[in-house]
T-cell receptor, first 113, second 112 residues
Framework: EAGVAQSPRYKIIEKRQSVAFWCNPI?????LYWYQQILGQGPKLLIQ????????DSQLPKDRFSAERLKGVDSTLKIQPAKLEDSAVYLC???????????FGPGTRLTVL | GNSVTQMEGPVTLSEEAFLTINCTYT??????LFWYVQYPGEGLQLLLK?????DKGSNKGFEATYRKETTSFHLEKGSVQVSDSAVYFC???????????FGTGTRLTIIP
C-alpha cells in the first residue's frame, strides 16, 4: 500500500516570496492533516480536513497561510508571503477518519532566507 | 490545554544498553497516549499506543505503560540496537478525537 506522498521534499525561498506544498494521502483516507514542525519542537497541527471540508484550522495563521483539499483527495498548503519564522518541516498525515491512526508523509523542509 | 513534556536530549547509548525516555502529560479527560518514531529521512511512524490507564503498549521490543496517577508514559527498551537511532516523540490525543499534541522529541543515538 502506497504511503502519504509529499512534494517537494526541500524548498528554499526568500522572505516575502510565496510557496506551495502538495500532499497525496493514502487512498481511501477521508481525514487529512497538515502539521508544522519547527526545529527542536514537536509537530503542531495547522489544519485538519474531513473529505473536502475543514474540521479545525484554529492554529493556521490565516493572514498568510491557506490550504485546500479539492475533491477530498489531494491537498495543497500555501504560504504567501513567507516570513523567516516559517522555516520548518511541513508534514502531511492522513487517516481513515478522525478516530483512526494517522499516517505521516516524509515532510517538506522549507528554508526561508 | 493539553501538553506533553518530554525528556530532553540528545541521548547517546551503547548498543545493548537499557533505554528510558521520560514523558509526562497534562490533559483534561481521558487521553490516549502514543510514542512516534522518526527515522532519518522518513516520516513519523506510530511505535506504540495505550488508550486507558494501566494499559501497556509494546512494539519492536519497546514498551510504555499508561500511568494515570503519575501522568506519565515513559518509553523503555531492554537492549537497544544501532537501528533504534531516531527521534522519538511522545504524544496524546483527546478521547473521541485523534487530534494529536506532541512533545518536543528526543534524539536517540546508539553507538556500536
Amino acid at each position: 500500500e502506497a504511503g502519504v506522498a509529499q512534494s517537494p521534499r526541500y524548498k528554499i525561498i526568500e522572505k516575502r516570496q510565496s510557496v506551495a506544498f502538495w500532499c497525496n494521502p493514502i487512498s481511501g483516507h477521508a481525514t487529512l492533516y497538515w502539521y508544522q514542525q519547527i526545529l527542536g519542537q514537536g509537530p503542531k497541527l495547522l489544519i485538519q480536513f474531513q473529505n473536502n471540508g475543514v474540521v479545525d484550522d484554529s492554529q493556521l495563521p490565516k493572514d498568510r497561510f491557506s490550504a485546500e483539499r479539492l475533491k477530498g483527495v489531494d491537498s495543497t498548503l500555501k504560504i504567501q508571503p513567507a516570513k523567516l519564522e516559517d522555516s520548518a518541516v511541513y508534514l502531511c498525515a492522513s487517516s481513515l477518519d478522525q478516530y483512526n491512526e494517522q499516517f505521516f508523509g516524509p515532510g517538506t523542509r522549507l528554508t526561508v532566507l | 490545554g493539553n501538553s506533553v513534556t518530554q525528556m530532553e536530549g540528545p541521548v547517546t547509548l551503547s548498543e545493548e544498553a537499557f533505554l528510558t525516555i521520560n514523558c509526562t502529560y497534562t490533559a483534561t479527560g481521558y487521553p490516549s497516549l502514543f510514542w512516534y518514531v522518526q527515522y532519518p529521512g522518513e516520516g513519523l511512524q506510530l511505535l506504540l499506543k495505550a488508550t486507558k490507564a494501566d494499559d501497556k503498549g509494546s512494539n519492536k521490543g519497546f514498551e510504555a505503560t499508561y500511568r494515570k496517577e503519575t501522568t506519565s508514559f515513559h518509553l523503555e527498551k531492554g537492549s537497544v540496537q544501532v537501528s533504534d537511532s531516531a527521534v522519538y516523540f511522545c504524544a496524546l490525543s483527546d478521547f473521541g478525537n485523534e487530534k494529536l499534541t506532541f512533545g518536543t522529541g528526543t534524539r536517540l543515538t546508539i553507538i556500536p
